[in-house]
């Protein structure tokens, strides 16, 4: 047997970028083989193994067809006759379907590396389409190497289209694609994915609530992009610049989505879009199944995001309410990620990027003061039960309202 290092390790070390996990493809071996040798196999069917000692996936060189609609939808063939070059043939882009032995010695048959070097993403054949996730990883690749100055191939775009009007994306599970999702986000350039999903007409198919804010505009006093999908975009990039963790980069992406439903004759102005955006939040959210909370912050930040912009003008009662609702007594993280969140949609706007953002802080006080509020000496008063919560409330409403008083001085 022959063992060949392939896929996103060959791709990375060729790129001078730091390796991960590495994938490992047999040549010329059978299931039976494997096994006698102590590998462990990682399904009852499928010809991949583990490596008894690193854990590393070792498959052997298969080639698959495509059966039925979905993921499910694949016949596979492994054996000792299936070659390399039929292995790599079956892959999803060039730069990806490249092979190295324990020599170094490079198996390229479909030109990854002359992609690399020209910074494209190109498919290595038609059976590409075989699995519609792809249209999702080229665009997550995208995003990862823009600052390389990677593209995608026009070829590749086109097939990209055909897959996204075929409707074999709507196939996809929301497990599998949320994997891409969140992958996605987390890269440097995440905005990159979103573009790239716009360019060939997925995003209309997988989040036609925020394809819909392309072409709405905003009022350019408060928003010189005007644009409220370009503003979005804007947005997701700062949330990345800013390292924030994933759970504000998808609130970030769905944050205006309510602007999506604003009628025409009502343009710019978006009365009450942070309230109607709630329906589609909720439907993305679900549509993919993201964990929980991501879903609760998308939620939040699309209710409350304009609050946390008026910080400093809001009534004590008010901020009260903001604070309640974010039950910043027991979660005080998930405020923090609501703050970094309005933070990005201020700094997602055209020429203020770099502008200061005075909410942040304000808001950080106004928590720590109506956290200071002590419970214990209210019990010793003797309240209980609902007159306890009551008192509590008041409370907390005096010290914010000493809080605004004295940071107005
Ligand atoms: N692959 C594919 N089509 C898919 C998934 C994977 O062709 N839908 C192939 C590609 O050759 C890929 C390899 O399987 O390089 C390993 O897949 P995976 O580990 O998901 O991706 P990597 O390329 O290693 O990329 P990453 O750095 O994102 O893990």
Redesign the pocket.
């Known amino acids: 047997m022959q063992i060949y290092k392939?896929?996103?390790a060959v791709?990375?070390r060729l790129l001078g970028k730091p390796v991960t996990?590495i994938?490992w493809v047999v040549v010329g071996a059978t299931s039976e083989e494997m096994l006698a040798k102590g590998f462990r196999p990682v399904g009852a069917d499928f010809p991949v193994f583990l490596h008894p000692k690193s854990g590393e996936e070792y498959a052997l060189a298969r080639t698959e067809r495509k059966s039925g609609r979905g993921y499910g939808g694949f016949t596979f063939h492994a054996s000792p006759e299936v070659t390399l070059e039929e292995d790599l043939i079956r892959?999803?882009l060039t730069i990806?379907?490249m092979a190295e032995d324990d020599q170094q010695n490079l198996t390229d048959p479909y030109h990854g590396r002359r992609d690399l070097e020209a910074r494209l993403l190109r498919h290595v054949s038609p059976a590409f389409a075989e699995?519609p996730?792809?249209v999702l990883?080229v665009a997550r690749f995208a995003a990862r190497y823009a600052a390389l100055g990677f593209t995608v191939a026009p070829e590749t775009m086109a097939l990209m289209r055909q897959l996204s009007e075929s409707g074999e994306l709507q196939a996809l599970t929301a497990e599998r694609s949320w994997k891409e999702i969140s992958r996605a986000l987390m890269e440097d350039q995440p905005q990159v994915f979103i573009e790239v999903l716009r360019a060939c007409d997925a995003l209309k198919v997988l989040m036609p609530e925020v394809d819909a804010l392309f072409g709405v505009p905003q009022p350019e006093a408060h928003h010189p992009e005007i644009d409220t999908g370009l503003h979005t975009l804007s947005v997701l990039e700062q949330s990345a610049l800013h390292k924030q963790p994933l759970t504000v980069r998808w609130a970030c992406l769905l944050h205006d989505l309510g602007k999506g439903l604003t009628p025409e004759e009502d343009w710019p102005r978006h009365i009450a879009h942070e309230h109607k955006g709630l329906q589609l939040i909720k439907a993305v959210n679900e549509r993919f199944k993201a964990p929980k909370d991501c879903q609760e912050l998308a939620l939040l930040v699309g209710e409350y995001h304009t609050h946390g912009h008026r910080a400093l003008e809001l009534k004590p009662s008010t901020l009260l309410e903001l604070l309640q609702s974010f039950d910043v007594y027991r979660r005080p993280q998930r405020f923090e990620e609501f703050i970094a969140a309005c933070e990005m949609d201020a700094r997602g706007r055209k020429g203020l990027e770099q502008r200061n953002y005075p909410q942040a802080d304000y808001l950080r006080g106004a928590a720590t003061a109506a956290r200071s509020v002590a419970v214990q000496p209210l019990l010793e008063k003797g309240f209980k039960g609902p007159e306890l919560g009551e008192a509590i409330k008041r409370e907390r409403l005096k010290a914010l309202k000493a809080y605004k008083e004295a940071a107005s001085v």
């Open positions: 392939v896929g996103g791709r990375d996990d994938d892959r999803d990806n379907a699995d996730l792809r990883r």
